[in-house]
């Protein structure tokens, strides 16, 4: 599967923004869908996954209660609602995608996923 992310770009603190990653191909309800950031200088770091149905959510803990993720599997797509977006929310963010037939916190470890996307720009400015 290939992975496009976009909807990055720069916005005030406070502000939001939707990133979208749309996948290539058929079979996308077969892989659980995450979402991950690297800062400048950081490691990358998992934001948020989502189960192949969607109705199965996992959340780092300093985005929970503002950050959404969400699918739409008719239009092999999965989302990331972002409000309430902080400085240290800035980073490039990516989709990442693996074939898989549970779901667990196990999907927020990077070396889960087989399949990245390139990564989009969120710059939140004070």
């Known amino acids: 599967v290939q992975l496009q992310a976009s909807g990055g770009g720069l916005v005030q603190t406070g502000g939001s923004l939707r990133l979208s990653c749309a996948a290539s191909g058929r079979s996308f309800t077969e892989y659980t869908m995450g979402w991950f950031r690297q800062a400048p200088g950081k490691e990358r770091e998992f934001v948020a996954s989502?189960?192949?149905?969607?109705?199965?959510?996992y959340y780092t803990g300093s985005v929970k209660g503002r950050f959404t993720i969400s699918r739409d599997n008719a239009k092999n797509t999965v989302y990331l609602q972002m409000n309430s977006l902080k400085p240290e929310d800035t980073a490039v963010y990516y989709c990442?995608?693996?074939?898989?037939?549970?779901?667990?916190?196990?999907?927020?470890?990077?070396?889960?996923?087989?399949?990245w996307g390139q990564g989009t720009l969120v710059t939140v400015s004070s």
């Open positions: 990442a995608a693996v074939r898989s037939r549970s779901f667990s916190a196990y999907y927020s470890l990077k070396n889960a996923y087989d399949y």
């Open positions: 989502i189960s192949r149905s969607g109705t199965s959510t």
